[in-house]
């Protein structure tokens, strides 16, 4: 069965550190966009950062860039995203997503391609 699950959410000050991670089962994340994205209340749903999983390239939201990276571990056939100095305002659900890669799908688009597999979300709130 396939599914993406992710973890490592929870309260944190602001300033402070996460680190999330996707774990993708019954099937490998090679040649695979991964992206996370997040859904505060009341707000759409927002692209945080993209991998594409062939070639290790990345994309980042001007919201979160300089302060997260987005990483693969293939034997573990996992995508983490360090979360550095966070702010209250990125408290959401964050959840990860995978797609697999067409030569018409771009890095630079990949928020808002049309993802295969969803996991279920973890939330992350930053709070003092």
């Known amino acids: 069965q396939v599914q993406l699950a992710e973890s490592g959410g929870g309260l944190v000050q602001p300033g402070g550190s996460l680190k999330l991670s996707c774990a993708a089962s019954g099937f490998r994340l090679d040649h695979y966009f991964i992206g996370w994205f997040r859904q505060a209340p009341g707000k759409e749903r927002e692209g945080v950062s993209c991998?594409?999983?062939?070639?290790?390239?990345?994309n980042y939201a001007d919201s979160v860039k300089g302060r997260f990276i987005i990483s693969r571990d293939s034997a573990k056939n996992t995508v983490s995203l360090q979360m550095n100095s966070l702010k209250p305002e990125d408290t959401a659900v964050y959840y990860c997503?995978?797609?697999?890669?067409?030569?018409?799908?771009?890095?630079?688009?990949?928020?808002?391609?049309?993802?295969?597999?969803w996991g279920q979300g973890t939330q992350v709130t930053v709070s003092s």
């Open positions: 997503a995978a797609l697999r890669e067409r030569t018409y799908y771009e890095l630079r688009d990949c928020t808002i391609l049309p993802y295969e597999y």
């Open positions: 991998i594409k999983s062939s070639d290790g390239s990345t």
